[in-house]
């Protein structure tokens, strides 16, 4: 007599910032004929949540639960954790976690009581975990996870970082859509940031014709609008620091075709921001050509010279001042990013950055502020949460009153703040 299928159910905390990660994880388990017997599930609060993986535990599915975080969401998830732990009365539930948070701090997340880590990209650890589940197989041996063992850390090395390609951007048999990643690393490894840590700093691109495949199954489904996800979207094509228009000519022809007649097209925005250098006349002609929007995301970080040296930002103060000026000229309204409290920030680098700032917007540009965090994975794990003095706070809230600065600098404060409190020695 032949043993029935076993029935997996995967619950995904479909909630911000995860969900994200989840669209492109869930797109990858759906387009698995191997994962045919999981079933997908996204509840979008803690209470729903709790409810799937009873009801799946009491149908008789074997039920995984999942989560994904960046630092700055960690604490939540796992109070989140612990509710619903505490309410499964005996129920089995295989825990998991994976995003940036967990792949640097894994140990962390491991004791906060998650059963299981993905450490790196997670589309190959996760389809490998889900196929072991469904044989019955210990998926604490699944390559690329980590598990602790009498509390020591026990870890099967590292998630395979994968070919954009072999995985759509999205979930699409689920009806869960967003933007279309077309480059996952980057080569510029500024000091501050998660991203070439956890994907390599090096830039892989997805093809222009699997771009156009996907654009157009988005348009069936009825969307309008197409974004990107890159950490700098006038990089496509390219290994390297140069900017190959023609390159970015041939995907933004590509995917208004896909979209027409009426599709609109995002680029140069979030969550596809801009190298200060790279703003040029002719990448500007560019855009105009083909976009929708009507501002473009900048990444200027800091008015110091030495804060941009020590931060390996790869550009100067001016080159930022054009980038803006030329934007302005090109009709699009440019945003500018900016990071307070950077380590080794003196009180002269602050007012450089203020100063920058107010220029900026006297230009005609928009400054969006940040509080630096402590965020692990990065050569600033260990540096003091950003902290902003009272006269840097009047003059960031007399940028705001004029509407000339926006963004989230004090919850930054606090969350990096916390950050830091949770932080672990390094392993020895």
């Known amino acids: 007599?032949?043993?029935?299928?076993?029935?997996?159910s995967l619950v995904l905390s479909y909630q911000y910032p995860g969900k994200y990660a989840f669209t492109v994880l869930a797109g990858a388990v759906e387009a698995d004929p191997a994962l045919a017997d999981v079933s997908l599930h996204f509840p979008r609060n803690r209470e729903d949540l709790l409810t799937t993986v009873r009801e799946r535990a009491d149908a008789g599915d074997t039920v995984v639960?999942?989560?994904s975080f960046y630092s700055a969401s960690f604490g939540p998830s796992v109070e989140e954790l612990n509710w619903v732990r505490e309410r499964l009365e005996g129920r089995a539930v295989l825990c998991i976690a994976g995003g940036v948070h967990a792949t640097a701090e894994t140990l962390q997340t491991l004791q906060a009581g998650f059963d299981l880590v993905a450490v790196g990209e997670g589309e190959h650890t996760l389809r490998a975990l889900l196929a072991r589940v469904l044989e019955g197989e210990d998926p604490r041996a699944t390559h690329g996870t980590a598990h602790l063992k009498d509390g020591k850390l026990v870890q099967h090395g590292h998630g395979e970082g994968v070919r954009l390609d072999?995985?759509?951007?999205?979930?699409?048999?689920?009806?869960k859509f967003g933007a279309i990643e077309i480059t996952r690393g980057c080569i510029y490894a500024c000091r501050f940031?998660?991203?070439?840590?956890?994907?390599?700093?090096?830039?892989?691109h997805r093809t222009v014709a699997n771009i156009a495949h996907w654009?157009?199954?988005?348009?069936r489904a009825g969307r309008r609008d197409l974004r990107f996800i890159t950490p700098t979207s006038l990089s496509y094509g390219t290994p390297d620091e140069t900017v190959n228009l023609a390159a970015v000519e041939e995907l933004l022809a590509a995917v208004t075709e896909a979209m027409a007649p009426d599709g609109r097209i995002y680029y140069g925005t979030f969550p596809s921001e801009v190298r200060p250098e790279h703003v040029t006349p002719e990448s500007l002609a560019l855009l105009k050509h083909y976009v929708a929007n009507d501002n473009l995301i900048i990444g200027g970080q800091s008015g110091s010279e030495r804060i941009l040296q020590a931060t390996r930002r790869g550009h100067d103060v001016e080159t930022v001042v054009r980038a803006a000026r030329l934007?302005?000229?090109?009709?699009?309204?440019?945003?500018?990013?900016?990071?307070?409290?950077?380590?080794?920030?003196e009180p002269a680098d602050v007012d450089a950055t203020l100063d920058l700032m107010q220029r900026l917007s006297d230009l005609g540009a928009r400054v969006h502020g940040h509080t630096f965090m402590p965020l692990p994975g990065t050569p600033?794990?260990?540096?003091?949460?950003g902290r902003l003095d009272a006269r840097t706070q009047q003059r960031l809230d007399f940028l705001a009153s004029q509407g000339r600065l926006y963004g989230h600098w004090r919850a930054q404060g606090v969350l990096a703040e916390a950050i830091a409190a949770r932080r672990q020695p390094r392993a020895r």
């Open 65 to 67: 639960a999942a989560w």
């Open 193 to 204: 940031c998660q991203t070439p840590f956890m994907s390599k700093a090096r830039f892989r």
């Open 1 to 8: 007599m032949s043993q029935m299928p076993r029935k997996v």
């Open 327 to 345: 934007a302005v000229e090109g009709g699009f309204v440019p945003n500018v990013d900016f990071i307070l409290g950077l380590p080794g920030e």
């Open 215 to 219: 654009a157009r199954e988005l348009r």
């Open 166 to 175: 072999d995985f759509p951007p999205f979930a699409a048999k689920h009806v």
């Open 380 to 385: 600033y794990r260990d540096a003091a949460p």
